[in-house]
């Protein structure tokens, strides 16, 4: 398993402004995955974020909107520019360290845009 | 696009009833996960199963896989208010390409009423 940190655990932001979610995991993992959650709802990916190489954007997110950095192994950031009210939700932060896909999320950024 | 049809959306039950959530698929997971959310967190691996037909159990779950591997379910027995949660079943598809990503299904809203 991986334990995995997220700053700032909630914020509210005003619209056209931009907001950058951190994502810390206490070991090395190639693979990284940002996810997009409102309450009581399923997830929704954002992103591949693996180290060393660029994002990789599922449809309907573009990197101009949510650009990702990946510097190293165990750190990753989710910058949610320019914000409208639509983009209030849950951001979380994955890691897949191991065999079968399984994967550890952080405790998620609760984001309020007004 | 590999779906997982998650069911039933909602569950309220009372303490000491027994459910069971439906995850089904037309496609061939190489594995699949069961996670549980409870508010302000992020999600919680419970379990994988990895071969078709396989059970396992933890404490008073009871996680099946399909012979086909295309669908899962999650028996609870003598639920308890401890149980109240979101739960989620994720896939990964097998003979894919897109390694470490995950097809996550709607999410079930379990309440367990004293």
């Known amino acids: 398993s991986a334990v995995i940190s997220q700053k700032p655990s909630r914020d509210i932001c005003q619209r056209g402004t931009s907001l950058t979610i951190q994502c810390q995991v206490d070991s090395q993992v190639t693979m990284m995955f940002w996810y997009r959650q409102q309450p009581g709802q399923s997830l929704t990916l954002i992103a591949t974020a693996n180290q060393g190489s660029e994002a990789t954007y599922e449809s309907g997110f573009v990197i101009d909107k949510f650009p990702i950095s990946r510097p190293n192994l165990t750190f990753s950031t989710l910058t949610v520019s320019n914000m409208s009210p639509e983009d209030s939700s849950i951001y979380l932060c994955s890691v897949a360290p191991g065999w079968y896909n399984e994967q550890f999320f952080g405790p998620g950024t609760r984001l309020t845009v007004l | 696009t590999q779906l997982l049809e998650q069911s039933p959306q909602f569950l309220s039950i009372q303490e000491g009833e027994n459910l069971t959530v439906y995850c089904n698929s037309s496609?061939?997971?190489?594995?699949l996960q069961w996670y549980r959310q409870e508010p302000g967190e992020g999600p919680v691996l419970l379990v994988t199963v990895v071969t078709g037909g396989e059970v396992k159990k933890l404490k008073r779950l009871t996680f099946q896989f399909g012979d086909a591997r295309k669908d899962s379910s999650l028996h609870i027995t003598a639920a308890q208010t401890g149980d109240t949660g979101l739960y989620l079943c994720a896939g990964a598809p097998a003979g894919g390409t897109s390694y470490g990503k995950l097809t996550f299904g709607q999410g079930t809203i379990l309440t367990v009423h004293p």
């Open positions: 496609s061939v997971f190489s594995s």
